[in-house]
């Protein structure tokens, strides 16, 4: 008697409903980081869009009241808080919303605020909503930290799954002397003898003028250093604040310092290894992912001892007071001292524990019932 072999079931992918999604990848400030978890869950995920219904009012579009996935699903996912006051209304379907940073509520930025204070009103909002949430995600336990300070009765629905590397970052290996070369060619004006690389916006929470000091400080022994600054200004007024520091502070710019706003990721990954330290003064980083990047290529970092820094670059980054002095001197014995080859190898090692991979099933643990860390 012949008995029938039966194939085994092929599981059902989760389906995750995603506000905004389009092309494969929600429109925000993030799309970076979801577009890294959906290639780690592969086929193991499957997305739909939905759409975010608002009232019809002009001054409440921007707080949307229901959620309407395209399809059925198993989860509403939110990588980032904006939209969360439609979770109160999903039909049924169970919420998981991803907070970055807790800036806004901490308040000891009101620079960062925005000009309009109907839409501080609106982002507050959002924030309040995450009752609503089934399940919520920080990137970082300085975050869950500061989301309990604010809303300590959600303290059994958190789980921290931190931001994760990209394998290109992990996987560059260009010597200095070439990256610098190729850099070189992409942006007019790197000298490099010495080059410091700032990755951020020029919000005030980034603390440009302590840098630009720094910067001023080392100019006395290093007359050609630069400064190459990549990312967005985020607002028109941060960018004349930026300016204005950079007069204070006795610096040219595209002498001094250089500016791209965009940067593709091969032009990013010359950038690190070109730079002989990444640098950042801020003071308020919800997780700090360039620090994390220039380890994972093997360039020293030099951060602020504030926020989720400590947590992000362990023992292999230097981390300061938020103090000239302690910039230059830190970066000082860097530039006169550079780490050797030993220490790059420890530095893509503790990176490499921040994989993209990890993180993807860390959420899939949360989304399938579990409990993650």
């Not at 710019?253 to 940067?263: F, I, M, Q, S």
């Not at 007071?321 to 910039?327: I, L, M």
Request: hydrophobic content about 45%; aromatic content about 6%; overall charge positive.
């Amino acid at each position: 008697m012949q008995i029938a072999k039966t194939k085994p079931a092929i599981p059902r992918p989760l389906v995750l409903a995603v506000p905004g999604l389009e092309s494969g990848r929600p429109q925000s400030g993030v799309g970076r980081v979801f577009a890294s978890l959906q290639e780690a869950w592969g086929e193991r995920v499957r997305l739909v869009g939905a759409s975010l219904e608002a009232p019809n009012l002009p001054l409440l579009r921007s707080l949307p009241r229901r959620v309407h996935p395209s399809e059925r699903a198993d989860w509403v996912f939110l990588p980032r808080t904006m939209g969360a006051t439609a979770l109160h209304n999903t039909g049924g379907i169970p919420g998981l919303v991803v907070v970055h940073d807790l800036g806004l509520l901490d308040m000891a930025f009101s620079g960062d605020r925005p000009v309009d204070g109907w839409s501080h009103r609106v982002q507050l909002a959002h924030f309040r909503a995450l009752r609503h949430a089934t399940r919520i995600v920080t990137v970082s336990y300085f975050t869950r930290e500061r989301l309990l300070h604010h809303f300590p009765q959600l303290a059994q629905r958190v789980a921290v799954v931190p931001n994760g590397v990209s394998e290109t970052f992990l996987n560059y290996r260009r010597c200095r002397e070439e990256a610098l070369e190729r850099l070189r060619q992409s942006v007019f004006g790197v000298c490099g003898e010495p080059l410091l690389l700032y990755v951020g916006s020029e919000s005030p929470r980034k603390n440009l003028p302590l840098l630009f000091a720094v910067l001023r400080v080392l100019k006395e022994r290093h007359p050609k250093i630069q400064l190459l600054k990549i990312g967005a200004p985020d607002h028109p007024r941060f960018r004349q604040e930026m300016l204005e520091s950079l007069r204070v502070a006795r610096l040219e710019l595209g002498r001094d310092v250089l500016l791209v706003e965009g940067a593709s990721d091969d032009l990013l990954l010359d950038a690190y290894r070109a730079a002989n330290v990444l640098v950042s003064t801020s003071l308020y980083e919800g997780f700090g992912l360039p620090a994390l990047e220039a380890l994972a290529v093997g360039t020293p970092v030099v951060v602020t001892n504030r926020a989720s820094f400590p947590e992000v670059v362990g023992g292999l980054g230097a981390t300061v007071e938020p103090q000239v002095d302690a910039f230059a001197g830190e970066l000082e014995a860097l530039l006169h001292n550079p780490p050797g080859e030993a220490w790059r190898t420890a530095a893509r090692a503790h990176a490499a524990r921040f994989s993209w991979s990890s993180s993807a099933e860390k959420y899939l643990e949360i989304l399938q019932g579990g409990t993650s860390a």
